[in-house]
C-alpha cells in the first residue's frame, strides 16, 4: 500500500507509556492522524482507564497490553499481541520512563536500577523486538522521548541523564545502521512538560520546581500536546528525511 505523506491511515503504531501523562497524549495524537495504536505499560489499571476514554472517540482503532517493558520478555509479550491484533507495527514510540530526580549520592543503588531499568532498557528491549518487522517491510518510525536536561544539566538530573543520555546515544547509533532500511530513528527531548508528574513535583519541592522554570526562557513548562505534536510529525511518513535527531521542545531551555 502506497502510504500518504501526512496521515498514519492503514498503519499500526505502539506507545509505551500509554497509560499516562505524555504518553497518553501521544496516543491520542496518533489516532488522530488514522493509526491503529496499542498503548502499553505496566499500570494496568491506568491502561484500562485511558482505554475506555479514548475508545469513545476511536473505537477499536485502540487497544492496550500492561507489560514491564524493562524486561525482555515483556517486551516480547507485546510483540506477540500487537501482531495478533492489528498485524505488524510501522511505528514505535519509546515513552515509558520517568525520572527519580534527586542529588546523585542521595540515590540508592536501587533507584539508580529504577531509573535506568525505566528509561534505558524499556527502550532497548522494545527496539530490538519491534525492528525486525521494519526491517522486513523496508519502513518504520521509532521515536523516543529523550529529555532536554541531559542537555542543559537541570539541578538533581545526574542519574536520569545517565538512562536519558543512553537513550540519545542509542539514536544517533540505531539511526546509522537503519538508515538504508527505510527506518528512521528520532528522540524528542522535553524540558519540564505540564503533567501529573508535574504537579506533585511543584507541591512536593516548589523551590525545585522553580529552578526547573528559570532555565526556560519562555518562562513556562511544555504542554503535552506540543510534545505529542512533534511526535507525530516525526511518525508521518513526510519526514522520511529526519533521522538520528534529538529535537528539543523545550521553550528554548537549551539551545542548538
Ligand atoms: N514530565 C516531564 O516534565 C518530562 C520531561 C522530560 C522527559 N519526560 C519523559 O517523558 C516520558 C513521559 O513522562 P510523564 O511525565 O508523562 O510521566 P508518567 O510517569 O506519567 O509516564 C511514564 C509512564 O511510563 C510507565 N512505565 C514506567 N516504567 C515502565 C515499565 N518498566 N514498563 C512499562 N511502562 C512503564 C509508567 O507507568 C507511566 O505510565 C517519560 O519517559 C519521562 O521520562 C517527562
Known amino acids: 500500500m502506497k502510504k500518504k505523506q501526512t496521515s498514519l491511515e492503514g498503519q499500526v503504531a505502539v506507545v509505551s507509556g500509554g497509560a499516562h501523562g505524555i504518553g497518553l497524549g501521544i496516543v491520542e495524537r496518533l489516532l488522530q ?8 505499560d505496566i499500570d494496568r489499571d491506568g491502561l484500562a482507564v485511558s482505554r475506555e476514554r479514548l475508545a469513545k472517540s476511536f473505537g477499536t482503532s485502540i487497544a492496550v497490553q500492561a507489560a514491564d517493558l524493562s524486561k525482555e520478555r515483556g517486551a516480547q509479550a507485546l510483540h506477540r499481541a500487537v501482531a495478533k491484533r492489528f498485524g505488524p507495527a510501522q511505528i514505535l514510540v519509546n515513552c515509558a520512563g520517568g525520572g527519580v530526580i534527586r542529588p ?42 529523550g529529555a532536554d536536561s541531559v542537555r542543559n544539566g537541570l539541578p538533581a538530573h545526574a542519574g536520569y541523564n545517565a538512562a536519558k543520555g543512553g537513550m540519545h546515544g542509542l ?23 505540564n503533567t501529573e508528574v508535574w504537579a506533585k513535583v511543584k507541591k512536593s519541592n516548589p523551590r525545585l520546581a522553580q529552578a526547573f522554570v528559570d532555565v526556560i526562557p519562555m518562562g513556562r513548562v511544555g504542554e503535552i500536546e506540543e510534545v505529542a505534536s512533534m511526535v507525530g510529525y516525526l511518525a508521518l511518513p513526510e519526514a522520511a528525511f529526519v533521522t538520528g535527531q534529538v529535537i528539543s521542545v523545550n521553550g528554548g531551555s537549551a539551545m542548538l
Open 104 to 145: 546523585f549520592l542521595e540515590h540508592t543503588p536501587e533507584t539508580l536500577k529504577a531509573t535506568i531499568d525505566r528509561n534505558l532498557w524499556t527502550v532497548i528491549w522494545c527496539s530490538r523486538v519491534f525492528l525486525p518487522d521494519m526491517i522486513g517491510a523496508k519502513y518504520g518510525r521509532i521515536v523516543n522521548i
Open 171 to 193: 539514536t544517533t547509533g540505531l539511526a546509522r545502521e537503519f538508515a538504508l532500511n527505510g527506518i528512521t530513528v528520532n528522540t524528542v527531548a522535553p524540558c519540564a512538560v
Open 33 to 40: 492522524l488514522g493509526a491503529k495504536v496499542v498503548a502499553s
